[in-house]
């Protein structure tokens, strides 16, 4: 894992994450489910972690299984509630 795409692509963080830790997409997909969302596919966490924003159902749960700050996994959704907090 190239560690400046992880650096600046959150879904690259969540891969890096499962790569230190030999976990497998489906293993990661248990773990959400395992916080109490739909399981999502396999699939699904694989475009996560190329090119799709992470779902705001399975947000916090991802959050929580990589120690990843919500507004990291989503930074243009922490940006816009800053703004409009302002």
Do not use: H, Y
């Amino acid at each position: 894992m190239d560690i400046s795409a992880a650096n600046t692509n959150p879904g690259a963080r969540v891969r890096a994450f499962r790569d230190e830790r030999d976990i497998s997409l489906d293993e990661m997909a248990d773990m959400i489910a395992a916080e109490g969302v739909k399981r999502p596919s396999a699939a699904k966490l694989s475009r996560i972690e190329r090119i799709q924003p992470i779902a705001l159902d399975i947000l916090p749960a991802i959050s929580k299984i990589t120690g990843i700050p919500r507004e990291e996994l989503r930074p243009e959704l922490a940006e816009v509630l800053r703004e409009r907090l302002e």
